[in-house]
Nanobody, 119 residues
Framework: QVHLEESGGGLAQAGGSLKLSCSAS????????MGWYRQTPGHQRELVAD???????NYADSVEGRFTISRDNAKNTVYLEMSSLKPEDTAVYYC?????????????WGQGTQVTVSA
């Protein structure tokens, strides 16, 4: 079982920056693929960025070059640094941990943190 807790959301102006953090409880953080997703009302949750256990990263086209995902295995934490924010980045941001156990995949989600970008 993995418990995730996000922090760092809030209000920012267009062009500004925010940094989200997601702390994971439980052992085995190093074995988890971690990701950030976002969701707006009436839309499906979408991938923003994820990072593999080896540190390989993947970004949505809409955030490429503006957002950076990173992980600190010693702190059981994954980060999302967001810069050059746009009003369309406004969403609830969720942290996800993906755990692979033999042939099974378990996904765990945080409760979400609101990010609001004003024009």
């Amino acid at each position: 079982q993995v418990h995730l807790e996000e922090s760092g959301g809030g209000l920012a102006q267009a062009g500004g920056s925010l940094k989200l953090s997601c702390s994971a409880s439980g052992s085995g953080f190093r074995t988890l693929r971690m990701g950030w997703y976002r969701q707006t009302p009436g839309h499906q949750r979408e991938l923003v960025a994820d990072i593999s256990v080896f540190g390989s990263t993947n970004y949505a086209d809409s955030v490429e070059g503006r957002f950076t995902i990173s992980r600190d295995n010693a702190k059981n934490t994954v980060y999302l640094e967001m810069s050059s924010l746009k009003p369309e980045d406004t969403a609830v941001y969720y942290c996800k941990a993906q755990q692979r156990v033999l042939s099974s995949i378990n996904d765990y989600w945080g409760q979400g943190t609101q990010v609001t970008v004003s024009a």
